[in-house]
DNA sequence: CACCATATGTAGCGACGATATATATAGGTA
DNA sequence: TACCTATATATATCGTCGCTACATATGGTG
């Protein structure tokens, strides 16, 4: 949770498929969602958990995720997220929007060099 | 300057590169800036123009662009924007960036589907 | 004990894109 | 003439998102 590689405005908008989809295979809590992200993107997205927590509440709140508190004996509290039916319906939409910017964003900008 | 196929959060961050980019070539002003992108994305991207311009006088603040205005006789007065010697160089970081990012979408999120 | 990683949360800020609205002119058409 | 559309720039206001900073608390390690 160190290093900002990649400028802020660029991760705006990132947050919401990387949830959706470290929770497409099996629910995960906050912390661990940001540290998935973290490791899985090399390092080059450093999730702030600070920004994460607001957007689980989002997601919650717009039905795509659902949370459940587990208290385990000699742990501490965590909420494990999951997803909902609507998000398991959102995420390759998600996906298919995303990969139609990345297209118009290398034939547009990207192109040059 | 009518729909919006791509989701307003997708499209955060997203309009610098592809106004650097449409300069690069040439002096535009930017209402023809706004035109371009929407001709050039296939109309998926639609820059309404109320966001264009406050982004544009940003990057000139930035010292990234140049903004000139020509007056011509039997026309409107345009505001042309040219590249800044800045602006030049910030270009190809940008898309380094955006590259980047693109890379790490796609290996942490836009895998599966 | 001190320190760090883990774990969740809030407060406040700035950037960005959206909608709505305003102003003004050139050109085409009924 | 009156009306409409495209062109062209601009502001005001709003919601969302990511950031920094801060707060709180526990488990494990030196």
Redesign the interface.
Known sequence: MVAT???S??????S???I???L?NRPRHGYEIAKL?EQ???G??DFHVASLYPMLYRLERRGWIEGKWVEKAGQRRRRFYKLTAMGRKA??EQ????????R???????S??
């Open positions: 590689v990649l400028g405005e660029l991760k705006k908008g990132t919401e498929v990387l959706l989809s470290i497409e992200i899985r993107s090399g080059l997205v995420l390759p996906r298919r929007s995303w990969r139609e910017l990345i118009v964003m290398e034939k547009v900008a990207l040059g060099s």
